[in-house]
Each structure stands twice: as C-alpha cells, then as structure tokens.
C-alpha cells in the first residue's frame, strides 16, 4: 500500500463511480509516471454539482470516457480532523482522460473549486501539503505541473492558484498564482481522451460551443476523434448560427406536455406528476408506472437526469432549468 492510501482524510472511491468499462494500464506500469498534474474543477465551490458523482457523470455520458478523469480529488467542502477530503477515484496504474498525449506519464490531481474567485481554504491546503508529501515519498512523479503547463494545453484555463508554494510546510506562503492562460490557438490537434465537450470553452458568452466545433469542422465526426487530427478551434468561434427560434407550442400539443409547475418529494399534483414521469420514461430516465406520486423513485430519475443534461445543478428537484432542459431533449429524440 502506497503511502497516500494511508492519509486518515482519504476515502476509497475506485470503482464505486459511475464507469463504463475502465481505463487502459500505463505502458509501463505506476514506473510510467513523471509528472503531478494538478487541475482545478471550474465548478464554483457553491454550486450543488461541485462534487465527484457529477464530474463522473458527466466524463462517462457526456464525453464518453470510461471513468472519471481524475486519479484524485481534494474536496474542501468535507473535512476531517482540519484536513479536505481527498478521493481516491481511478487506480494510479491507469493512464486516465486528463491531459491528452501526456495521459501515460501524468497522475490528475483535482482540487475542487474555481479559483479564479474562489478561495483555497486552509484545511484544502493542508491536504494539498499531505497529498504531495506522500506522493514524493512513493515515488510516484518528479516533477508537479499545471495542466495548462502540459504540451498542447497552454490556453486552458487551470490551477490559477501558486500550487509550488502550497507544498511548502508554512501555510502563510501560500499566495495566489498570477499565471493567465495563453489565447486559444486558431488551429487545435487531437490529444488522447479529447472530445468536442472536454476541449470547447463552454464558461462565458465568448467561448466556443460544441455546436461551433461542428460547425467549423463539417468533415469531422464529433464521436470518432482521432488523435492527431488538426482542427479548427479559435478560429471556430462564432460558427454556429442558431436557427430562428419555432414559435412556442402550448404544451397540450406536445405528445409528453410538461407542468410548469415545481415539483418535489411532498407534491400532491397527480396530473402534473404523471406528465413528469411518462417524460422521463419517454426519454429512458425510468421511474416506474407513471402514478401520479414523486416518490423515490422519481426523485432519482430526476437527479440521473439532472446529472447528465445539469450537472451543476442536482438536487432532484423539478424545475424551470429542468424542465427547459428535458423539453428540449424530448424534441431531439421527435417528441
């Protein structure tokens, strides 16, 4: 056992994520690893799908990866003993999707946050501290980069924070990194474990959407990347002309019409509860015969749909953001 599995904060996650199969094993095993790669998640640390279950999901349905991507997370918003969480979720022996070509010789660290406003907290740098220590005493890496220090990905924009001065003991050296990313390159070549979702810049009004990728690359099958394959990426921005919105149908005319209303454990509309529930059916979210009753198990179809298609926002409620979101992917599927 390495001597990072034995941090009292540690908690054994691998396996127990959501996958679909699992990663491939480094060439030459953990002796492959030369680097700590440290990420940071983008995802406020305020917003309810800043937590491991929601990245899961959203790398293996969303970007088709076979697990997660990190091999670890720190997670601030559970301590124990003073120290932030730290998840043990992808086996180090496994090159896992989180920083392309260099997949085979990088461990990912995540910790938890944006903090390009965000604030590291002290117990999150305590394990940040904890972590490294144990890593160097393993063995496992020589050196500690950023992601947008790694080949290819200068313009990502992560770990904004000074994480060099984070493993030093005294926690008052401890200084916000001053680093910008680069600008987004006009031309982009595939790396391993890339998909439209994980390389578009979805955070802002300004950034490239998936749908301008496609645009952009009309040669291009967004489910059959292949490495090496140079697209356009900056130069994609803007691409996508969105279709004049159809006008809005009253939803009577709707074979699955949707409630406008908020719905919840504790709801008593029978009506529009059924019309949520032959929806999720409808859209192979199943919660059983449509009764009527926001129970258990349509609380939990709600948050594996939330998860996929709202990863920020799961809380198994249905609402407007819900509603907009299961509307539109009922029209995908001709409904």
Known sequence: MYAFQKLPQLVDKRGNL????????????????????????????????????SFADFHVRTNGWPEIAYHLIIDPKHVVNGKATIYYCVDISKKSYHVGNSNNIGVGICVIGDYRTDKLTDPTVRSIIALHKALVADGIGKYDKAHNEMPGYSWKACCVFDYNKAFKDVLEDMLPGSKQPDPVPGLYTIQEGDTFWSIALKDGKEGITVEDLIAANPGVDPSKLKVGKTIKFGSAQNSYTPKPETPTKNQSEYKYPLPSELLKPGSTDKTAIKQLQNALNAVYFKCGTADGIYGSKTKDAVIRFQKVYLPYQVDGIYGLNTKDKLQAVLKSRGF
């Not at 480094?26 to 640390?45: D, F, P, Q, Y």
């Open 18 to 53: 959501v996958h679909k199969g699992e990663y491939a094993k480094r060439k030459n095993g953990v002796a492959s690893i030369t680097t700590r790669v440290w990420h940071h998640s983008l995802t406020k640390l305020s917003a309810g799908g800043s937590k491991i279950e």
